[in-house]
């Protein structure tokens, strides 16, 4: 199999054809290929069925009658995964299928268009795994801002920089009480193929997310991605985290808030550089960040008290 | 069978929930639905079923309703959701989808007036903003018909010649909340009707993408099989009118019905109730020795145009009632008709009960008398019944 092994455990070999197949249209570089790829090395022997919305990974797909992933697919209007899901879902367990269904959507998809479908699901507790790969802009329409997009990032419809801040997705489901919400690293294989297993083997509503570098939007080098999540996760920029029903937060991976670290991860991408936005301006929200994450996994005391 | 005091929105209830059930030795039913002002009477009562073997999901648009649609067919089982207006608009693009994922679905439309400025009353608009969505449509008459027709959509939809999704509709409050006498069939005279749906390409686990990218020429391979199995709908719904009637003991109407048009000089064509009003102006007409005689377009889409053309074979002057209006053109039944009667003859546009006016036999005779008095079309003509 041509597909590089980076951890140890089940190979290609196990099953019968790689979710992400050789030969598909993707980027070099791109976040979301090396996320399905560990995605596929954690699904083993499940069935699955997955809901693609109109993202880069509908394009994925590739032109019919061909397709780049290996399981059955549905491919869906943009704000309509997690219902289309829903369907899937409701008639697996009708007739006892073991189909586990999966979303995969990109974050125009998931924190924009498809907020209010992923809403409703996640109230409903559909026995659905939605993914979102975050790649912080809509790449498939040659690069705009979401509301994934970071503070201080050039897209082509905010060419100074985005003036807001990204949404914190993960607290929003979590304040959904899902079964299962995490994130993960495509830098740190072993915890993110932890928690595709946990993610694909509990019932009920479960979320993951998942940085997904974009050297096209990025303006980043495309060999360069998984040292750049690798950078995000070390200055605490991405959390790597897991909430289970929305109450108990552990952090799986500890940052050590290395200054050096984003001021790395800001320079080697040329979104940030027309803004000017420095490691200096991020600190006090990641600070804050942590702060309401520390206290969100109660094991250690947050510095401040409110008075 | 058995006679029941029900509005339309309950007998398209009862139809979708008989026909669910009839598909439990299959893949089962789900059913996505959301409430809007007229149909929501319909999917309260679904709410209220018990299905062995199916599920109604409460969801929080039309646009997911569409979508649970579109996923439980993709997996093999029957699906059902009704809605109205802003609602159907709402969820046009997986309409769109579900058509052109060539899926089952069948809903039922309580018509209803777009907004805002909201209108709450019959309008044909709603549906008709939906006609090129790739959907066959029915337009009902009354109650019996919405019954019946439900259950008929599953197994036009369903039938492997045509495998489309199938649009009910019904008009908002005129038959939505009209409470008629309607037979409803027993679940073994429905099960005998319906046979399980076997959906011959449903999602199983062989790696395929049902939706992936249509290149040029694949999109126009893809298009020319849906216009195709359009074509296909007359043919096997004249199959189902066969088994139904063999089952159920009464036949749908056909897709074009004619009433006392044989030797008329003047016909009346519309859609839906307005049709009904229009068959009694006809009696009274007949009454006073004028030639009169209507002509109800039940089937939209596909267009039964074949029907109608034979219809109008020899007629010199047809007018053609629409409940909608397609603003800076003129009644979309108008627009669709107008080029099948004979060269020469007159076919003049009528827009009346846009947003729930009420149409009575009264305004039908004005619109013979005006037609009677043509010698040549003119723009459409709308008139306001002052209801």
Redesign the interface.
Known sequence: MSEPSTVAGPSAETRPTPLLRPGNSNCGGCGMSSALQLFGRAVEHRRLQLVVPASCAAVTAGPFPTTSFGVPTVLTTFGAAAAVATGLSRVARLNGDGTRVVCWAGDGGTYDIGMASLSAAAERDEDVLYVCYDNEIYGNTGGQRSSATPAGASTTNTPAGKPEEKKDLLAIMAAHRVRYAASFSIAHPQDAIRKVRRALDATGFRFLHALSPCPTGWKSEPALGIELVRLAVRSGLYPVVEIVEGRKLVVNVEPDFSREALELYLSLQQRFQRSGITAERLAPAIARRWRELRAASGRILPAEREA | MAGRLISANHAAALAATLAGRANRTA??F?S?VYPITPSTECMELLCNQEFE???V?????E???M???????????R?FTTSSSNGLALMA??VV?AALLRLPVVMVAANRALGPPWNLWADHGDTLLLRDSGWVQFYCADNQEVLDTVLCAYRLAEDHRVLLPVLVCQEGFVLSHTTTRTEVPSQEEVDRFLPPLELPAR?????????????PG?AEA?RAQHHEAMARVFEVYREVQDAFERELGRRPADPVVPYRAEDADLLVVSMGTIAVTAQRAVDEARARGERLGAVRVRTFRPSPAEQLAAIFRGKRRIAVIDRDLSLGFGGVLWGEVRGLAEPGAVVQGYVIGVGGGDVRPEHVAAVAADLAARTAAGRPVLMETGA
């Open positions: 893949r089962g789900c996505g073997k199916g599920e999901v409460r969801v929080e648009s646009h997911s309703a979508a649970v649609c579109i996923g439980a067919a993709a997996s093999g089982a699906t693009e997986n989808s999602l199983r686990d062989t790696p395929r993408a049902l939706g992936g990218v249509d290149v694949v893809h």
